[in-house]
């Protein structure tokens, strides 16, 4: 099992940005593909990026295409993705959760795929 931590969230003001970051931890070998999704109140669970471990495929939601980045370390020693959000929106107001899949899928914005959670940090970005 992985285990998953995030941290970076807050209150920003529109147009500002915001980087998360998301720690794993545990049976961090078998790592494929680690991602961020979003849920604003009433609202489904949304995809927002992923990045495969192994070789750094990126893929992003239609939403925040152009505007955020995600990347892992560089050294892959610390099993940490983050997310850098520019441009911030107030519709980008959300909780935001790291997740990881720890088998190969073809799947990366779908959350039925992903087998490891993190609790979420909640970002809030006013006009």
């Known amino acids: 099992q992985v285990q998953l931590e995030e941290s970076g969230g807050g209150l920003v003001q529109a147009g500002d940005s915001l980087t998360l970051s998301c720690a794993a931890s545990?049976?961090?070998?078998?790592?494929?593909?680690m991602g961020w999704f979003r849920q604003a109140p009433g609202n489904q669970r949304e995809f927002v990026a992923a990045?495969?471990?192994?070789?750094?495929?990126?893929?992003?939601g239609d939403s925040v295409k152009g505007r955020f980045i995600i990347s892992r370390d560089p050294t892959q020693n610390t099993n940490t993705v983050y997310l850098r959000m520019n441009y911030l929106e107030p519709s980008d107001t959300a909780v935001y959760y790291c997740?990881?899949?720890?088998?190969?899928?073809?799947?990366?914005?779908?959350?039925?795929?992903?087998?490891?959670w993190g609790r979420g940090t909640q970002v809030t970005v006013s006009s």
């Open positions: 997740a990881a899949q720890t088998s190969p899928s073809q799947f990366s914005q779908r959350e039925e795929f992903y087998d490891s």
């Open positions: 545990g049976r961090t070998s078998n790592l494929f593909r």
């Open positions: 990045v495969m471990w192994s070789v750094g495929s990126i893929s992003y």
